[in-house]
């Protein structure tokens, strides 16, 4: 049996590398070469992100959208449309099986929690980077450290 998965909803306003930790397994994602720690907190592995474009690529993604997440316009990018080139990226790493069917993607029963927990830790790093990008072009906050 296929389960719908979908994004956990994290409030951004107290996102931070502690908070991340609570709530999503940071060593799993180390581990898994989804993404490492840097001097300056945690961040996307870049093989990673190239799975993610890949499987947008396969997906028909439009190329505006391709351009913009590979260039780190992360401010142009639709968030939202991440999501499911995330989850497919997750179950590559994981041998396992994925459906996308109207804009929904399902995952196997069995590793649906495992997935969407992994898949909604990339998701909310990605919202992170977009806010800290937005606040740093309009607050005049010097960003640090490299993000992908």
Same mark, same amino acid.
Not at 26 to 41: A, D, F, H, S, W
Not at 51 to 65: A, F, P
Not at 70 to 85: N, Q
Not at 117 to 129: E, I, K, M, P, R
């Given at each position: ?7 956990? +909803? ?7 590398? #502690? ?6 397994? *940071?060593? @799993?994602? /180390? ?10 907190? !945690?961040? !996307? ?7 993610? !474009?890949?499987?947008?690529?396969? !997906? ?10 590979? @260039? ?9 449309? /991440?999501?499911?080139? #995330?989850?497919? &990226? ?16 399902? *995952?196997?029963? +069995?590793? &649906? ?5 992994? &898949?909604? &830790? ?6 992170? *980077? ?6 740093? @072009? ?11």
């Amino acid at each position: 049996m296929m389960l719908k998965v979908e994004p956990r +909803k994290v409030d951004d306003k107290v996102f931070g590398e #502690i908070f991340f930790a609570k709530i999503f397994p *940071v060593q @799993e994602l /180390l581990n898994k070469g989804i993404m490492k720690r840097t001097k300056y907190g !945690l961040t !996307l592995k870049k093989q990673f992100k190239q799975k993610i !474009l890949k499987k947008m690529v396969q !997906l028909g993604y439009d190329e505006k959208i391709i351009s913009n997440f590979k @260039e780190r316009e992360y401010l142009r990018v639709d968030m939202e449309r /991440l999501w499911i080139p #995330i989850v497919c &990226a997750i179950c590559e790493l994981f041998e396992c099986k994925f459906m996308v069917k109207n804009n929904e993607v399902y *995952v196997p029963e +069995k590793v &649906a929690v495992n997935i969407e927990t992994l &898949a909604s &830790a990339v998701y909310t790093w990605f919202l992170h *980077v977009r806010r800290l990008i937005w606040k740093s @072009e309009n607050e005049n906050i010097e960003f640090f450290g490299e993000y992908v």
